[in-house]
């Protein structure tokens, strides 16, 4: 059996190799944003259409006529949503799109009005910061839509993925110092 700091630096070991996967994987969806985007919504698409089976095929569980068939509409409409994204994914995309510019927006909004909130707490000027460029970002994207369709979603998605593989690097690394520091007697 393996001793605790040998365990930690397997798991170390593999963290920072998923960790360079996802990075690179990050890369390419920035190289490619129009690719990842696409991806984004067919997965959007397929996992409608999967939720939407599964309402549906529920609905029929349920023990009242009243319930089961609100159910049923749901599941059928959650089926058909599913459809029409897979069969128009770059309609989809610009869609996405649209709602992650207000998403944005309003997020930013959020994070001003709690930053002015807990004023002159430490971070609020962070806070305030990030949320002014959240703002920024919101407005570029719904100014330069649907064009913005194109690299928005999939430059999001490689960034979300360039910054987990950089987390999941560190996180190996710090993992195989605990390890060494375990195993010097």
Do not use: H
């Not at 190799?17 to 129009?34: D, E, F, K, R």
């Amino acid at each position: 059996m393996n001793d605790p700091a040998q365990s930690l630096n397997q798991a170390s070991k593999r963290g920072m190799i998923w960790g360079v996967v996802t990075i690179l994987c990050g890369i390419l969806a920035i190289g490619s944003p129009l690719v990842s985007g696409l991806a984004v919504a067919i997965m959007v698409g397929v996992l409608l259409l999967m939720a939407g089976a599964s309402m549906t095929f529920f609905a029929f569980q349920a023990p009242s006529l009243g319930k089961g068939f609100l159910k049923l509409l749901f599941g059928l409409l959650t089926v058909l949503v599913g459809i029409s994204v897979l069969s128009q994914p770059g309609i989809a995309l610009a869609q996405l799109t649209l709602l992650l510019g207000f998403y944005f927006i309003a997020d930013g909004v959020v994070a001003m009005i709690v930053a002015f909130n807990i004023k002159p707490d430490p971070g609020w000027g962070w806070m305030t910061f990030n949320g002014a460029v959240t703002i920024a970002l919101g407005w570029m994207i719904l100014k330069g839509w649907p064009v913005s369709g194109v690299w928005a979603v999939g430059i999001l998605v490689g960034v979300r993925l360039l910054f987990a593989g950089m987390t999941m690097l560190t996180m190996g690394t710090a993992g195989r110092q605990v390890a060494k520091t375990m195993q010097q007697p």
